[in-house]
């Protein structure tokens, strides 16, 4: 059962666009959403993270929007660079004093010069 | 400052043996948490160790298991190996107790390949 749902699968822009990968999930006892970064050979790296009880957060162009009662978030590069070809995975961690992340399956992103 | 050192990058194992995967933490960071990632997909839990337990575990049968160190380190072991243990390991470190906004820092993983 995958419980964080993540698209779409690839996606290719313009330099200067601005993509947008959604995430949406099932357990409402996840209290942590996380997104990483991830070139090849290379392991994930935390972007940008966003608690449910926040309904937008901005980091530099990264920009997570959170919707609790429809369980969903997505994922907002703005003035995308060739540089951020990567693909990008949302994440949900567990609730409760332990980690534990279940990932979406990874968005293949594509930003063309 | 360092962060989450993996050892070795890539490893070359044939069916049947047995695999260490070796983790370093952040300075400071007590937990320790293992993931495997299959080629084209995203990382799936396997364990989370600290103080030296399992904190949690994940739908990975009894060949894996791994162990942490006082120190804070970590080994992954797999015994038997299978075809489909062919994939990324990551280890991913974090501080200690969870207060909910601290995120998991991961490794650049150790390639297994089984033939």
């Known amino acids: 059962q995958q419980q964080v749902k993540q698209s779409p699968q690839s996606l290719i822009v313009q330099k200067g666009g601005i993509p947008i990968i959604n995430c949406a999930y099932e357990?409402?006892?996840?209290?942590?959403f996380p997104w990483y970064q991830q070139f090849p050979g290379k392991g994930p790296a935390l972007l940008i993270a966003?608690?449910?009880?926040?309904s937008e957060k901005k980091e530099g162009r990264f920009t997570i929007s959170f919707n609790k009662s429809a369980k969903q978030f997505s994922l907002h590069i703005m003035d995308s660079q060739p540089g951020d070809s990567a693909t990008y995975f949302c994440?949900?961690?567990?609730?409760?004093?332990?980690?534990?992340?279940?990932f979406g399956k990874g968005t293949l992103l594509t930003v063309n010069p | 400052d360092a962060g989450v050192t993996q050892s070795p990058t890539h490893l070359i194992k044939t069916r049947g043996q047995h695999v260490t995967l070796r983790c370093s933490p952040i300075?400071?960071?007590?937990?320790v948490s293992w993931y495997q990632q299959v080629l084209g997909q995203g990382p799936q839990f396997i364990f989370q160790?600290?103080?030296?337990?399992?904190?949690g575990r994940g739908n990975f049968p009894d060949r894996f298991s791994a162990r942490q160190f006082p120190n804070y380190s970590s080994e992954l072991n797999v015994n038997a190996l299978l075809l489909g243990d062919s994939a990324l390991y990551l280890c991913?470190?974090?501080?200690?107790?969870?207060?909910?906004?601290?995120?998991?820092?991961f490794g650049d993983g150790t390639r297994l390949s089984i033939l």
């Open positions: 991913a470190s974090s501080p200690w107790p969870r207060t909910g906004n601290q995120p998991q820092h």
């Open positions: 357990n409402t006892a996840f209290d942590y």
């Open positions: 966003i608690r449910p009880d926040v």
């Open positions: 994440a949900a961690n567990s609730g409760g004093s332990n980690y534990k992340l279940t």
């Open positions: 300075s400071g960071h007590k937990s």
């Open positions: 160790y600290y103080e030296k337990e399992e904190r």
